[in-house]
């Protein structure tokens, strides 16, 4: 992999009042100034020219005043930019490695106090390490990877029949969810606005960090590993796919149309006002996929008094973990996924299987009445033209370990049963258009 070497740190700001936008965009310059000498600049995307201090000032008395308003400067090795979008500010920097080592305790002290005033999210990273886990155009990977490396990673193909690189597959792919950018890398800061999908309480109980410590009462500071630019090494792309499981990232969103298909190390439920998570540990209490885990940390978030309440539990997960929603009068209990198989080279086929199998393939108790005298359901819900299209001889021919009745058809909806051992389970095929809506999920839901 060919590298450009260089440090790129971004804070996302929340929204700002006139005042506090114009402080910022100062604070901006005067710390650009400070690491290089700006040589070129250029004004909301419009044609480059030379830098100029003076209509730089100029454009700060004004920036409290505009909507919209761009500024990139550089001086052909290092970059920097702004971008104001109706009061929401985000800040980049892009820097040679030369510079942020000879001046690392400045940029983390800017860093850092930006976050403490008003900051929203921030990181700072390696940029090959950005561009390795972030693009997904083969012909702009070609400029830092050869073809035959290309050619190794995991693919997907998009709604408009381009075939790209699917980096939710990589520990460092930037996702955004609900408006809040969820990823894993060197340097990151979490404001309390974060509490909204995934609260600090959380972030400051991830373990196999370098250092995770608040720098303020409502920020949060993550270190996974002592150097950016060693993000390359085995033991930190652990740490930093360790740090986004523990976080949930994948199981919260994604946008290649079946996840990553892995089992998750954490689940979430979402009211109104609470949150409800579930951590996964085994018996050294350290992190661990869910169907290896013998502890359980259950903590309970009330948004509105902004408490919590934890419960530590050792045992076995029991069948309602896996299908939370029961139905006492039919003796049925369910979960379900939304799945976009189009995406997948394979029209879904892995996908099917790994969620088939996670879902039969459980150990449950004997005692556990439920599970064995209720019809155990997993309903799928897909685009309307895929639940008309369900591999099933494929599958029966890819699994055949398990048991599979013959497919059947009933209003609209395609659906098999499954057995292997004592395990059951019905698997229903459904159109997206008649899904039903579901709260408090706790996991299993699709993005």
């Excluded at 193909?157 to 990589?170: A, K, S």
Aim: glycine share 4%; hydrophobic share 35%; net charge neutral.
């Amino acid at each position: 992999m060919k590298k450009e070497e260089k440090l790129l740190l971004s804070i996302q700001y929340r929204l700002l009042e006139e005042q506090a936008i114009r402080k910022h965009i100062q604070d901006w310059l005067v710390f650009v100034r400070i690491l290089f000498e700006p040589k070129k600049m250029c004004i909301d995307e419009t044609k480059q020219e030379l830098f100029s201090l003076t209509r730089c000032l100029k454009l700060l008395k004004s920036a409290g005043d505009k909507e919209d308003l761009t500024l990139h400067v550089s001086d052909d090795e290092n970059e920097a930019s702004f971008r104001l979008v109706a009061g929401n500010l985000l800040e980049r920097h892009l820097l040679t490695k030369g510079l942020f080592k000879r001046n690392q305790k400045l940029i983390l002290d800017y860093t850092e106090v930006q976050m403490k005033t008003k900051g929203l999210f921030g990181y700072l990273r390696s940029y090959d390490e950005y561009l390795h886990h972030n693009v997904d155009t083969p012909d702009k990977r070609l400029r830092f990877q050869t073809a035959e490396e290309i050619s190794c990673l995991p693919k997907i193909i998009r709604p408009h029949g381009d075939l790209v690189i699917d980096c939710n597959q990589f520990p460092g792919y930037d996702i955004f969810y609900k408006g809040y950018c969820l990823t894993s890398c060197w340097r990151m800061y979490f404001s309390r606005y974060y509490h909204k999908v995934i609260p600090l309480a959380v972030i400051e109980d991830v373990q196999q960090v370098e250092q995770v410590r608040r720098i303020a009462p409502d920020v949060i500071l993550v270190e996974l590993y002592r150097d950016p630019f060693h993000w390359d090494r085995e033991c930190n792309l652990h740490y930093q796919r360790m740090f986004r499981d523990q976080l949930g990232v994948d199981q919260l969103a994604w946008d290649n149309g079946i996840g990553i298909l892995r089992e998750p190390f954490i689940e979430y439920a979402y009211s109104d006002n609470m949150i409800q998570t579930v951590q996964y540990q085994n018996d050294r209490l350290q992190p661990t996929e869910k169907k290896a885990a013998t502890h359980f940390v259950t903590r309970t978030f009330d948004l509105v008094r902004d408490q919590q309440q934890v419960k530590r539990v050792r045992g076995t997960l029991n069948a309602q973990a896996y299908f939370p929603w029961v139905d006492e009068q039919r003796m049925k209990m369910m979960n379900y996924l939304v799945l976009n198989p189009g995406y997948a080279l394979d029209d879904g086929l892995q996908a099917y299987m790994f969620y088939i199998r996670n879902y039969l393939e459980i150990e449950i108790d004997p005692k556990d009445g439920r599970y064995h005298e209720y019809l155990v359901v997993l309903n799928i819900y897909l685009p309307d033209e895929h639940a008309q299209a369900i591999p099933y001889q494929q599958l029966k021919q890819e699994m055949a370990d398990i048991k599979f009745s013959r497919l059947k058809k009933r209003r609209g909806e395609r659906y098999f049963d499954l057995k292997k051992g004592k395990n059951h389970l019905r698997v229903n095929f459904l159109q997206a258009s008649s899904m039903p809506q579901l709260e408090n999920i706790m996991g299993g839901s699709g993005g």
